[in-house]
């Protein structure tokens, strides 16, 4: 069992919609992340919160909006996206930051843009 | 920009025998090394991590580092039909993590 756990496991929407994914981690882990990974590529690095803050956006369009209430919950809110943004979506936590921290991984959210 | 590159394959492997999967690296200064395996639809799961010089050993998965010439191995023992999947290398570069385009490992019964 995971103990990452993302909702929804899959999210279909159309280009207009707003939606949001969750993450929650009861790990204790300080830093928690979110990718995108398209079919047969590695994961792409979108954004990363550390003690709650966000401390790495990696240029991502601001039709993703990311948000950390606490220190176990992120959120990723999805407004206006295109066709191109279907992918599965990951969440991952680690103990701190730095990349020298092992990452864990969620299931994923699979999303398709109508 | 810093790359980490793997073997695309497929890699195909008899049953019972021994799988070798490579990476290699091009940021001297990298200190954390992971091994991810995914299966097909899913997401990437943890298997190994190294950080010093040598060998790693966790049942039947060793990984094996050699930071002089810069790559990192994941060698599967017994390798059996349910090691089939994707085998992503990540290495630590500049305070995140950098990935392979992952490697397809296929046991064959």
């Known amino acids: 069992d995971t103990e990452v756990t993302q909702t929804p496991k899959h999210l279909v929407m159309g280009m207009t919609n707003k939606k949001s994914l969750k993450c929650e981690q009861h790990?204790?882990?300080?830093?928690m992340y979110w990718y995108k990974q398209k079919a047969k590529k590695p994961p792409e690095l979108m954004f990363v919160?550390?003690?709650?803050?966000?401390?790495i956006n990696e240029s991502v369009p601001s039709r993703f909006s990311p948000e950390c209430p606490n220190s176990s919950l992120l959120n990723l809110h999805l407004h206006a996206l295109q066709p191109e943004d279907s992918a599965l979506y990951l969440c991952?936590?680690?103990?701190?930051?730095?990349?020298?921290?092992?990452?864990?991984f969620g299931d994923g959210t699979r999303l398709s843009i109508l | 920009q810093k790359e980490v590159e793997q073997n695309s394959g497929p890699l195909s492997v008899p049953e019972g025998a021994i799988a070798s999967l490579n990476c290699t690296y091009s940021?001297?200064?990298?200190?954390?090394f992971f091994w991810y395996r995914q299966y097909s639809g899913k997401s990437p799961e943890l298997i190994m991590f190294?950080?010093s010089n040598g060998d790693k050993e966790d049942g039947r998965f060793t990984a094996q580092l050699n930071k002089a010439s810069q790559y990192v191995s994941l060698l599967i023992r017994d390798s059996q039909p349910s090691d089939s999947a994707t085998y992503l290398c990540?290495?630590?570069?500049?305070?995140?993590?950098?990935w392979g385009a992952g490697t397809k490992l296929i046991i064959k019964p």
């Open positions: 991952a936590s680690s103990p701190g930051t730095g990349g020298s921290q092992p990452q864990h």
């Open positions: 790990m204790g882990h300080r830093a």
């Open positions: 919160y550390s003690y709650e803050k966000l401390s």
């Open positions: 940021d001297r200064g990298s200190q954390s």
């Open positions: 190294i950080y």
């Open positions: 990540a290495v630590d570069s500049n305070y995140q993590l950098i």
